[in-house]
Every structure is written in C-alpha cells, then in structure tokens.
C-alpha cells in the first residue's frame, strides 16, 4: 500500500528525528512530505513509531493511505519523481 505522510513541527530537534524515522520506510518528495510503499505490518510499524516521536499537542502529522487504485490516480508535474520501492527490508 502506499502511504503519504505530511507534518508540520516547529522544533528542530522532534522533527529531524520523525524524518529520520520515517527514512526507515519511504522515500522523501519534499522537505515535509514522504512517500512510502510498505505492508501492513510495516505500516503499523511506522504509525507507533510516528506517534512516539511527536508531541501529541503541538505537531501536526497527515497520514494518508491510498490504495492501489487510488495510487494511479496521483499525479506528478515539473520535475516530481515517483518514489522507487526501497531495495531493503527492515527487521
């Protein structure tokens, strides 16, 4: 499934390490927007990580996921690259 996460954190330091978190599972498109293609298992994964990594009260966080269907349906203009599958698996 593919998963479009989107925040906004003020501090420093809280969001370096939600971007180095979600690295773990995707690919970055834009300063504040990943892209990641993951299962289920994974995806669970990312959100509890995701969660234990901000400030309930102060960061905002989009996770959106789209089926396949609904991938198809994305669109990319200018220079906007697909992000590739990751070539690795994390344990």
């Not at 990641?36 to 509890?48: D, K, S």
């Not at 995701?50 to 996921?65: G, S």
């Not at 697909?82 to 994390?90: G, T």
């Amino acid at each position: 499934m593919q998963y479009w996460i989107c925040y906004d954190i003020a501090d420093d330091r809280r969001r370096q390490r939600l971007s180095d978190v979600l690295l773990d599972f995707g690919t970055r498109v834009q300063e504040s927007v990943f892209q990641c293609l993951i299962g289920p298992q994974l995806a669970e994964e990312m959100l509890a990580r995701v969660k234990r990594t901000i400030d309930e009260n102060t960061d905002k966080v989009h996770v959106l996921a789209l089926c396949d269907a609904s991938g198809v349906r994305v669109a990319r203009y200018g220079i906007a690259d697909e992000a590739a599958d990751p070539e690795y698996l994390i344990l």
